[in-house]
């Protein structure tokens, strides 16, 4: 009998994927991965390849930073686990044992995108779901494509990226200088 109740708890247990390129991962991407383990029992942070991004980082480098840096959230009791992936998300979320991809959203511009990736995602597998999470305030002008352009320039990034992050990213940028 505890067998089957095992067996059920895990049927019910909300598992989640957040998928990006996390190039680099920003204090924007860190805001959404805290609040979602609020609402879900397993986080899978999901480090996309996207080479048409042309990231700065590596596919390792940006699933490091990502495991580094939320190791040192407040879970509440729920699972993070970082993974890279470089096949069809709808793949990777039913390998995951998902039924849950979280999206954040800064600004109308992303609304159109995400709107059709839902759209399409949902076409692929209807048994998982999307959910938005609008960026907090503070943080809802922040892309890492801006964050890197502003630090190829020589700006300050630190507001915008956590510490050894932005330590992260000024060594790159200097080494290929």
Do not use: W
């Amino acid at each position: 009998m505890k067998a089957k109740a095992k067996a059920a708890a895990k049927a019910r247990e909300r598992i989640a994927v957040y998928p990006g390129t996390f190039d680099p991962v920003t204090n924007g991407h860190m805001d959404i991965i805290a609040r979602s383990v609020k609402i879900v029992d397993k986080l899978v942070v999901a480090v996309a390849v996207n080479a048409g991004k042309g990231p700065l980082f590596s596919l390792k480098e940006r699933t490091e930073m990502c495991r580094s840096e939320v190791a040192a959230l407040d879970t509440g009791g729920a699972v993070i686990e970082v993974v890279p992936f470089d096949n069809l998300l709808m793949d990777f979320v039913v390998g995951q044992g998902a039924n849950l991809i979280i999206r954040g959203l800064r600004a109308v511009s992303d609304f159109e995108y995400e709107f059709q990736m839902a759209g399409m995602n949902t076409r692929l597998n209807p048994k998982v779901e999307t959910m938005f999470l609008m960026a907090s305030e503070k943080h809802q002008f922040i892309a890492s494509r801006l964050v890197k352009e502003v630090a190829r320039l020589g700006g300050d990034i630190s507001s915008f990226v956590p510490a050894a992050v932005n330590r992260r990213v000024i060594k790159k940028y200097r080494a290929a200088s």
